[in-house]
C-alpha cells in the first residue's frame, strides 16, 4: 500500500465565485490540493468522493448555511477540520459554530498572509489532538471493549462470532500492510465493534430465516448508524466511530449511510468492508449455506471496483493465499481482552 506524503487536501465550498477562485488560485500557488464548490450541497458532495485534509467553507451561503455543513460533515464522523469564513456581522454565529465542533474561523477580507497560517494552525492540532487520545486511549477502550463484547454476544452470539472472525482476518491485513502499532489496535477495535449496532436491531429481524422485506432491510442498514452513535459518545473511541460508520460503504458511492465514494471512505472502513463481506460469505448463516474460502475470494475479486477497493481487495486476496492454512476460527480475545496476534497465528 503507498504511504507516500501526499499533497494537503483542501475544500473550499464559497458561493461567490470570484472569491472562491482567488483562494483557490493563492493556495494552489502554495501548494495545495485544492477542490472548489460553489454551493453547500456541492460541497457535501465532494465531501463524500474526495479524501480531504481539511475544509474551508463560507458561513453565509443561500439555501444551506456553512453552519449546516459543518453539522452534516461532524455527524459523518469524518473527523476533517473545518474552518468558517465569515463577515464581521456573522460573528453571533461563530460562538454557535464552535460549539457544535468547528476547527476555527477567519474573517472576511481574507488575509492571503493569514491564510496558510490559519491551514496549518489547525491541521496541527488536529494532529496534538490525535495523540493526545491514542496516549489517553488504551484503558477507556479495553474497558469500553469489554462491556460491549459482552453485551453483543448477549444479544446475538452469532454476531460476536463473526466479529472475533473479522478481527483475525483484520489483523493477517495490518501484518500485510505493516500497519504500526497505534493503527493495529485501532483497526482491531473498530473489527471487534463492527456490528455493535446491532445491539439496537429487534430480534425478529436479526435472527429472521428468511428474506427481509423492504422496511426490515432498511432498519438493518441503520446499525452503521447505530453503531457510530454508540461508540461517538467515548472521545478516545471518536475514531473507530467512523470506521464502524463507513464500513458499509461502497467505492462507486452507492453504499450506506453516506454515499462516500472511492478514498473519501476511511482506509479502515474499506478494509473492513471486504472483510465483512468476505466472512459473510464463507460461514454458514441461518438464511444460507457458507461457500468454501476459494469461492469467497472469487465473490469479493468481481466485485472490485465497484462495491470494494480494487487495490485493497488485490492485498487481500494475497494475503489469504499466503495465510490459507490459518484456522480462522479461533477466538482472538483471551480473559475478555483483546489481544495482538501471535506470529504463526
Known amino acids: 500500500m503507498n504511504q507516500e506524503k501526499r499533497p494537503t487536501s483542501i475544500l473550499i465550498i464559497e458561493d461567490d465565485i470570484n472569491y472562491g477562485e482567488m483562494l483557490a488560485y493563492v493556495l494552489n500557488h502554495l501548494k495545495y490540493e485544492v477542490h472548489l464548490a460553489y454551493s453547500a450541497t ?9 479524501k480531504l485534509d481539511i475544509i474551508l467553507s463560507d458561513l453565509n451561503m443561500p439555501g444551506m448555511s456553512g ?9 459523518m464522523y469524518l473527523d476533517i477540520p473545518i474552518v468558517l469564513i465569515t463577515g464581521m456581522n456573522d460573528l453571533s454565529l461563530v460562538k454557535q459554530a464552535l460549539d457544535i465542533g468547528i ?3 477567519i474573517v472576511k477580507p481574507v488575509s492571503i498572509e493569514q491564510l496558510p497560517v490559519v491551514i496549518e494552525r489547525n491541521l496541527q492540532r488536529k494532529l496534538r489532538e490525535k495523540k493526545m487520545l491514542q496516549e489517553n486511549k488504551a484503558e477507556t477502550l479495553l474497558k469500553a471493549l469489554k462491556a460491549l463484547m459482552r453485551a453483543l454476544d448477549a444479544k446475538d452470539p452469532y454476531t460476536f462470532g463473526h466479529s472475533q472472525r473479522v478481527v483475525k482476518l483484520a489483523m493477517k491485513m495490518a501484518d500485510k500492510l505493516k500497519l504500526d502499532n497505534g493503527q493495529r489496535y485501532t483497526l482491531q477495535l473498530a473489527a471487534s465493534l463492527h456490528d455493535i449496532g446491532k445491539i439496537g436491531m429487534p430480534d425478529s429481524i436479526l435472527k429472521k430465516a428468511d428474506s427481509l422485506e423492504d422496511m426490515e432491510m432498511n432498519k438493518a442498514k441503520d446499525h452503521p448508524l447505530i453503531g457510530s452513535e454508540i461508540l461517538g459518545e467515548i472521545e478516545e473511541l471518536a475514531e473507530v466511530a467512523s470506521i464502524v460508520r463507513h464500513h458499509h460503504e461502497r467505492f462507486d458511492g452507492k453504499g450506506y449511510p453516506d454515499g462516500l465514494k472511492g478514498d473519501a471512505i476511511p482506509l479502515f472502513s474499506r478494509i473492513l468492508f471486504i472483510l465483512d463481506a ?8 441461518i438464511y444460507h449455506k457458507g461457500l468454501d474460502k476459494a469461492k ?3 465473490e469479493i475479486a468481481k466485485n472490485a471496483g465497484t462495491q470494494f477497493d480494487p487495490q ?8 489469504m493465499r499466503e495465510f490459507q492454512d490459518t484456522n480462522l476460527e479461533n477466538a482472538y480475545l483471551e480473559n475478555g481482552k483483546p489481544t495482538a496476534l501471535k506470529e504463526g497465528e
Open 103 to 105: 476547527s476555527d474561523y
Open 278 to 285: 468476505y466472512e459473510a460469505i464463507v460461514s454458514d448463516r
Open 296 to 298: 469467497g475470494l472469487e
Open 42 to 50: 456541492g460541497g457535501l458532495d465532494m465531501v463524500r468522493q474526495k
Open 67 to 75: 453552519l449546516d455543513v459543518a453539522r452534516r460533515i461532524i455527524n
Open 312 to 319: 485493497l481487495v488485490q492485498i487481500f486476496i494475497e494475503t
